[in-house]
């Protein structure tokens, strides 16, 4: 059975995307929030990420998932997977074969702000899954834990280290939220990428191939199109650093020339100075330490920790 919610319309996108523009490229330094990426072209440049040699992070969240989900259906005893920005769904199926080999599993609740993408990944689970009530939610989780369906016990996942393009004062804020939206029998799944060698770290966002410097461009293509926008994609070069203090990592634009951007949606024009950057992404990564500290400020036990042979990222599992 398949049912699809909508808690965001075209029309609340569009004005959002506006005003993060407008307030970003007005501010000092000049910010863009990553989430305007993933557009069509975004989401596969994305996907293609996922498959760079320098891009660690998924395959070494997915070899933890694969030694560990029946172990995580074993520890939940989860009847619903609830998962917070569902991505291409191979690590999803990987949780929903745990969960129903476990002879749990009922329902399946993908939640993204991308409509169509999400609405057919979604009733691609239904159809290989048919036992199971895929529930899905297009809904910002930023905004609207509490409009999830609740009710039986709940797994909720957030893979990917998605959670990392938070500023840490934002991430406290959303795992607070979180925690009012749970309940006693729920669990919440985590995946977090780690503090490693900044080489590493670096190479992973500055690929050899240049597949991220496109992904990190693609933000100008669909701020111009969406907004009757003239930034040249081209004249701006791709730059991502590690920040030893904050510890993340830092994707930015950089100008390559003086140039004025006109923005006709917005009616605005927006100057930028030959060198200077616009900051379109953080990533945080994490120390185990910290990590079990931000969930306990939340109200979350941390009660599994499990890493890749390499070390490289983690997947917790916390409770209310
Ligand atoms: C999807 C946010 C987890 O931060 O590693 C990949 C996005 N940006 N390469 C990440 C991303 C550049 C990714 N997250």
């Known amino acids: 059975m398949f049912t699809i919610d909508h808690h965001l319309t075209v029309d609340d996108l569009a004005k959002a995307l506006r005003h993060d523009v407008h307030d970003g490229l007005t501010a000092t330094p000049k910010t863009l929030p990553p989430k305007w990426f993933y557009d069509e072209r975004g989401s596969a440049l994305f996907e293609e990420i996922t498959r760079l040699p320098e891009y660690y992070p998924t395959r070494a969240e997915r070899s933890i998932l694969e030694a560990r989900a029946a172990e995580i259906a074993e520890a939940t005893g989860a009847d619903h997977l609830v998962e917070l920005g569902s991505g291409s769904g191979e690590k999803t199926r990987l949780l929903l074969d745990a969960l129903r080999a476990a002879g749990t599993l009922r329902g399946f609740v993908p939640v993204d702000v991308s409509g169509d993408f999400l609405e057919t990944a979604a009733r691609r689970v ?18 609207h834990l509490n409009l999830l369906p609740s009710g039986g016990r709940r797994l909720i996942a957030m893979l990917g280290s ?12 959303f795992l607070a939220d979180l925690r009012q939206a749970a ?10 990428d780690l503090v ?9 966002y500055d690929d050899a191939a240049g597949v991220t410097a496109e992904f990190n461009r693609n933000v100008l293509r669909v ?35 003086a140039m004025r951007v006109r923005l006709r949606a917005l009616d605005l024009v927006v100057h930028f100075e030959r060198g200077e950057t616009v900051r379109t992404e953080i990533s945080a990564k ?19 920790w ?12 916390a409770r209310p």
Not at 183 to 192: H, I, T
Not at 230 to 250: K, S, T, Y
Request: charged content about 25%.
């Open 162 to 173: 998605t959670i990392g393009n938070q500023t840490p004062g934002r991430r406290h804020a």
């Open 286 to 304: 994490f120390r185990p330490d910290g990590a079990r500290a931000e969930l306990a400020a939340a109200g979350f036990e941390t009660t599994h």
């Open 183 to 192: 309940s006693a029998g729920d669990g919440l799944l985590l995946g977090l």
């Open 196 to 204: 490693k060698d900044p080489d590493r770290l670096v190479a992973a």
């Open 126 to 143: 239904a159809e290989e899954y048919p036992s199971v009530t895929v529930h899905a939610v297009v809904a910002d989780f930023e905004r």
């Open 306 to 317: 499990w890493t890749d042979p390499g070390g490289d990222f983690a997947l917790l599992l």
């Open 223 to 257: 701020i111009d199109r969406e907004l009757d926008a003239d930034a040249d994609p081209e004249a701006f070069a791709h730059v991502a650093l590690w920040n030893p203090e904050a510890e993340w990592i830092e994707m930015h634009l950089r100008a390559g020339r």
